[in-house]
C-alpha cells in the first residue's frame, strides 16, 4: 500500500506561483510513477505532469508546460508540483497520484491517489 498526503494549495492571483507537496510512505517507490492530476467543478479529472521515481523523467500536459515544474525528493519521500504564471483556469482540486509505469496519462493507470487539495486562481 502507499499513502499520499498533499498539501500546498490555496488561494493566489493570477500570475502567482504556488508550490503543491505529495508526501508519500508505505511501500518503495522507486519503480513507481508519481503523478499530478486536478479536477475543476463539472469536468473529468485530468493529467497535469508525472515523473518517475527510478529516472526523473518528467512528462507535462501541454496546457501546464513551461509553466508547471514536478519534481522529487528522494530523502523526504515528496513530490513536488511548482506551479508559476498561474491562470483561472489553473483553479482545481489537484491530485497526487502513484501508478507502475511511467509514460501514462490516463486515470486508470494510477493506482494510489491523495485526498487532492484545492487551488483557487483569481482574476
Known amino acids: 500500500q502507499v499513502q499520499l498526503v498533499e498539501s500546498g494549495g490555496g488561494l493566489v492571483q493570477a500570475g502567482g506561483s504556488l508550490r503543491l507537496s505529495c508526501a508519500a510512505s508505505?511501500?518503495?517507490?522507486?519503480?513507481?510513477?508519481m503523478g499530478w492530476f486536478r479536477q475543476a467543478p463539472g469536468k473529468e479529472r485530468e493529467f497535469v505532469a508525472a515523473?518517475?521515481?527510478?529516472?526523473?523523467?518528467?512528462d507535462y500536459a501541454d496546457s501546464v508546460k513551461g509553466r508547471f515544474t514536478i519534481s522529487r525528493d528522494n530523502a523526504k519521500n515528496t513530490v513536488y508540483l511548482q506551479k508559476n504564471s498561474l491562470k483561472p483556469e489553473d483553479t482545481a482540486v489537484y491530485y497526487c497520484?502513484?501508478?507502475?509505469?511511467?509514460?501514462?496519462?490516463?486515470?486508470?493507470?494510477?493506482?494510489?491517489w491523495g485526498q487532492g487539495t484545492q487551488v483557487t486562481v483569481s482574476s
Open positions: 508505505g511501500r518503495t517507490l522507486s519503480n513507481y510513477a
Open positions: 497520484a502513484a501508478g507502475s509505469v511511467f509514460g501514462g496519462r490516463r486515470v486508470s493507470e494510477f493506482v494510489y
Open positions: 515523473i518517475s521515481w527510478r529516472t526523473s523523467n518528467t
